[in-house]
């Protein structure tokens, strides 16, 4: 399905309603966007404020309502309603009405980055620049607490509210942090990533936290603990900028800057056996190996390393796919080959001098 709508800009976000009857979008035009799903069409005019580019929106949990976050450093909550009228006096269509903004939250003089509701959608986390948190009543717009959750003062790219615990999940460079909104400070911080983390998302029980990264890989991790759960997930060649859990929970969907977008079986990334599961896919045996090469999938077996014979029954290959490691009286050796190069690449290695 394709949405297409004349633009005098680009899609900055974009939230799927719960109940799965709309889509929203917030451009750099400042103008939000709805569309019926059913019809991939506009469900109604294009909605006009903002005066700067949009760069967070969220529908609430039952679906009655759209708040949007501006470059503009405003907050809007926008009413949704959606009836049923009679066709033909026997057939009925879902029809959406914007019923205007019903309050412009208070400002913080910060641009707004991300915003989230929280399961029972009574309130709105909103995460700006230079690292502030602002918590808002969502009936009301009124200010509850803000505070400033990342010191180091990174923009909160993305923010998710997961459960019903006062716990809200924002990005800060390459780490996740797990903020206490009532003792406003940084109670958990999920460590793992190499590169900046573009966006969270959550399972739909609020049991995982799920994370991507400008360093190709979507890592899964444990919400109580901010452990890791499982292995790294890497499939995309290049940076992943985002992330979706299906709403039931079975799915999990990634969009990659090499223009490609994967489907993963949510529900095996984490299912028990995957908890605990080690760092390494399998351990190389010497019949493994072709005269001691380590050779790849393809049915010409091309040969990939070769490994001295002391070091071939202690290998093991991560899931990662890009490490070897060798476990050998008591050391371990670790060899990342980001960098190998072989076949017609091996030029590449030769770094000469005039």
């Not at 009532?182 to 958990?188: A, E, F, N």
């Not at 452990?227 to 060649?237: E, F, I, S, T, V």
């Not at 371990?332 to 072989?342: G, P, S």
């Amino acid at each position: 399905m394709t949405l297409d709508h004349e633009l005098e800009g680009e899609v900055c976000s974009v939230a799927i309603s719960p109940d799965g009857q709309l889509i929203a979008t917030g451009s750099s035009d400042h103008v939000v966007r709805t569309w019926d799903v059913a019809k991939a069409e506009l469900a109604v005019p294009p909605q006009r404020g903002h005066l700067g580019g949009i760069r967070a929106i969220a529908f609430s949990p039952d679906s009655t309502h759209l708040t949007s976050g501006s470059e503009d450093k405003t907050l809007r909550l926008w009413k949704v309603r959606t009836v049923s009228e009679t066709v033909s006096g026997w057939m009925r269509q879902k029809v959406v009405q914007f019923l205007g903004f019903v309050w412009t939250a208070e400002k913080t003089g910060l641009a707004v980055c991300s915003l989230a509701y929280s399961l029972d959608g009574s309130l709105i986390a909103v995460g700006y620049s230079g690292g502030v948190i602002q918590v808002i009543h969502a009936s009301t717009g009124l200010q509850m607490r803000s505070f400033t959750a990342d010191r180091d003062g990174n923009d909160l790219k993305s923010l998710i509210f997961p459960s019903k615990e006062q716990l809200i999940w924002v990005t800060s460079g390459q780490n996740i942090l797990g903020v206490d909104i009532t003792k406003q400070s940084v109670v958990l911080t999920a460590a793992g990533h190499t590169a900046t983390v573009n966006m969270l998302a959550h399972s739909t029980d609020g049991r995982f936290i799920v994370s991507c990264a400008d360093d190709a890989t979507i890592r899964v991790w444990d919400a109580k603990t901010a452990k890791p759960y499982g292995h790294a997930l890497r499939d995309h060649n290049g940076p992943v900028v985002s992330v979706r859990v299906s709403q039931d929970g079975r799915s999990l969907f990634s969009v990659g800057s090499d223009g490609t977008a994967r489907a993963w079986d949510f529900a095996q990334v984490t299912s028990p056996e995957n908890q605990h599961r080690q760092s390494f896919l399998a351990r190389l045996k010497t019949n493994d190996y072709q005269e001691g090469w380590i050779v790849d999938s393809s049915p010409s077996k091309r040969r990939l390393i070769w490994v001295p014979a002391q070091y071939r029954n202690c290998i093991e290959i991560s899931h990662e796919s890009r490490v070897v490691t060798a476990h050998w009286k008591r050391a371990a050796l670790t060899c990342k080959h980001d960098d190998l190069y072989y076949g017609e690449n091996w030029v590449k290695c030769w770094h000469g001098s005039k």
